[in-house]
């Protein structure tokens, strides 16, 4: 296996466009001769599905729930970044890129982040044009606000549901391609395979999540857009049903894993309440832009939050980060939460939370003012603890949230299996080491309508594979080793639910692969893997039959999923030995407790090549040559 | 606390079907209410027996995947709550709870809880959108839109598409969810150049899909967990009306 990213030459601000002049083209005509399978339909997959399907490509696309629309991008909350600069307050293209290069702890590809910045403008027009919802001033013009990382407000937002609203935008294109039959939509079905002929990627197996039906599908071109795998850790803010099966199978298959250990655990969300829970909800980031972050200055101070006096509290963020204050980037404000609640002084019931308290905005800007802003994210918060954020401040704790790990993607986010492309969260490309607030709505919408209906077509004019049917060998191959895989599942007739199995792996992992990893408890954690492995085929319950929906069966083969993945993940927690962003090791950081980087060990992409379950991956490097960057400490004091 | 549940099994889309009795037991208040249904079906998968299958997925109220009817109402009884924000502390020790699935013609059930709405995916692609292409769009600021449209456009976009409408209906009709998309792109300049083809459109959509007609009972407003706002089903009639009236060119939308 060679990394080759395919950077094109050139400076870094003209890359793109020489790419995009240098890329061969498929003539008009002819596009509707190629077919392009595309699994997941959030914002990555549904805008690739519909601008591929405008194009004239044959496309079918899949998802797991019941429609399109359902996809968990439509959970973000705060916002989308874009380099308009319509503020006036020094934002560009530049800007961007650096803020994310940064805020990436320099551990991202400089080519991506740079095109990212680039098209992030047209995905702002693109989604204008669609009619999305976008919250406007008086004059009429979009209104902006702040986020993590920045010092510029260049988020723009549909009130606390702008993930719901680009989505929706992506669905309607999507949908309007499914109504003149470019596009044909399989909901309810589930990618459990790829088929690899002669090297490239073919085609999928899929399970019929009604029917239980085995399927192939065969294609000229195939695209994961299947999102991130914070379930590993069971309690995340993911939906319940958000996996990593699809990339992982194509790792098997031999598609590159990028970097798995760069987790991003979200500083605001609402705290643990019991052992019954099944997620952890999200509490948009655009919060911090009015609230403000504290816990009591004195350890085991159990008064109610508003009879402590000033003096009393400790803005921890205003403290140690001056510049950036409560809009630090995510990984420093998690980490310092950990901190002051690992040190005693956390609030709520379990002790382990930090107060946002609006009571100050609220009194500066009036309580109207604070409820159009998130009128919507404070029900959401009241519904779920039952306290009133306008009166008593919020608790929040960090939680997991996204992954910046992902599949290997060169600058055409093909992977390294040819033909296989991967979109969106389940790459992991753009973001390095820690995401930035807003920015992945962005890079979601970057890859599907501006990125991938370039570099595919591409791919097809110079990959000149012959048209296989799924009555090819390999399909039935495939489709054997999926049933056959379903069937054991169903064999299993333990006593533990799955459920329980995975409720104990997402415990292993928060306290050994979480905020602060170090060497023994990451092997310690690789010695449990293998173990509660074992333990769920042997031991676990699956009931139902296959030939029927069975939500028993759809869970288990996730969570058999996760019980390989973890492994990796845990491997290349334990080989990093630098700290950057959402990777800390406790070992490498420097007095003051900020993230220790090793630039001169450890500047590179760790890409991962499958050897067999429970055998170690074999390593390749892709060495990061910043062109245009001078690599520093990060700091945001 | 300890509930009794009456919920609906139905094995598959040609199973009769019929409500059974569970106990959920040590139910803590903090749970929410699918969180509650796990531990039933824990419990149930320990005993190797099937757990009743419900559709959800975000549990944050806002995939529009869950859909419960919960002691008659769509989503249960607290408003502008879906199924999967309500948690347990609304209820009381020895409840009884009845738990159904969305009761419509057109949205036949699957399997026990779950539904098939796949008729809300065809409505919006008969006409749910604007015909616009990636790429060579204005710059967004081209576009100026009074801050009152966007705030009405915004409260329109704000469906989930969860049915629930539907579901507390007498007629089984999908008005509400077929006036908030148009009532979202008819206060949008970029939804003008097909605001009348679009009503046609989506509405023809609708009843082919065998939902019921309007008869004003305003039940869909008041079991939206997004208080989608009947002055849409206003908005949209007027559009249609308009629609029917006014010569429209033979060219189908998209």
Known sequence: MTLDSKIPSGSLTEKWDKHRFDMKLINPANKRKYSVIVVGTGLAGGSAAASLAELGYQVDAFCYNDSPRRAHSIAAQGGINAAKNYPNDGDSIYRLFYDTIKGGDFRAREANVYRLAQVSNNIIDQCVAQGVPFAREYGGYLDNRSFGGAQVSRTFYARGQTGQQLLLGAYSALMRQVGLGTVKMHARTEMLDLVVIDGHARGIITRDLVTGKIQSWAADAVILATGGYSNVWYLSTNAIACNVTAAYRAYKKG?????????????????????????????????????????????????????????????????????????????????????????????????????????????????????????????????????????????????????????????????????????????????GANRLGASALMQGLADGYFVIPYTIGNYFATAKQPKVTTDHPEFKKVETEVIDRTKKLLSLKGKRTVANIHKELGKVMWEFCGMARNEAGLKKALSIIPELRDEFWKNAIVVGQGEELNIALERAGRVADFLEFAELLCFDALHRNESCGGHFRVEHQYPDGEAKRDDENYAYVAAWEFTGVGNEPVLHKEPLVFESIHLQTRSYK | ???????????????????????????????????????????????????????????????????????????????????????????????????????????????????????????????????????????????????????????????????????????????????????????????????KQRALSMVAQMDKEGFGGCTNLYECEAACPKQISVAGIALMNRDYLCANLTVVEENSIG
């Open chain 1, 255 to 431: 598609a590159a894993f990028a970097n798995p250990c760069y987790t991003q655990i979200h500083p605001t969300c609402i705290p643990l309440s019991g052992d019954h829970q099944s997620k952890l909800t999200l509490m948009s980031e655009s919060l911090r832009n009015d609230g403000r972050i504290w816990v009591p200055k004195k350890k085991g101070d159990t008064r109610l939050p508003n009879e402590i006096p000033e003096e009393g509290r400790d803005y921890y963020l205003e403290r140690k980060y001056p510049s950036f204050g409560n809009l630090s980037p995510r990984d420093i404000s998690s980490r310092s939460a950990k901190e002051v609640c690992d040190e005693g002084r956390g609030v709520g019931p379990t002790g382990f939370g930090v107060y946002l308290d609006f009571a100050e905005s609220i009194q500066r800007l009036g309580k109207k003012v604070i409820e159009e802003r998130y009128g919507n994210l404070f029900e959401m918060y009241e519904r779920i603890t039952d306290e009133n954020p306008y009166k008593v401040p919020m608790r929040i704790y960090p939680a997991l949230h996204y992954t910046m790990g992902g599949t290997w993607v060169d600058y055409n986010l093909m992977s390294t299996i040819p033909g296989l492309h991967v979109l969106g969260e389940a790459n992991f490309s753009d973001h």
């Open chain 2, 1 to 195: 606390m300890n509930l009794t549940l009456y919920v609906w099994r139905q094995k598959n889309a040609h199973d009769k079907g019929k409500m059974v009795t569970y106990k959920a037991q040590d139910i803590s208040p903090e749970m929410s209410f699918l969180e509650m249904l796990d531990t039933v079906n824990e419990k149930l998968m320990q005993n190797h027996e099937e757990p009743i299958a419900f559709d959800h997925d975000c549990r944050e109220g806002i995939c529009g995947a869950c859909s419960l009817v919960v002691n008659g109402v769509p989503h249960g009884p607290e408003k502008a709550t879906t199924i999967c924000q309500l948690h347990m502390r609304k209820f009381k020790d020895g409840d009884a709870i009845w738990i159904e699935p969305w009761r419509a013609k057109a949205f036949p059930v699957i399997k026990d809880l779950v539904t098939d709405r796949s008729a809300f995916d065809r409505i919006i692609a008969a006409g749910g959108f604007t015909s616009v292409r990636t790429g060579g769009v204005p710059d967004a600021h081209a576009i100026l839109i009074p801050r009152p449209d966007a705030e009405k456009a915004m409260d329109f976009a704000a469906c989930i598409g969860c049915g629930a409408c539907v579901a507390s209906c007498k007629n089984g009709s999908a008005m509400l969810f077929v006036a908030a998309k148009i009532s979202q792109l008819a206060h949008l300049p970029q939804g003008q150049p097909e605001r």
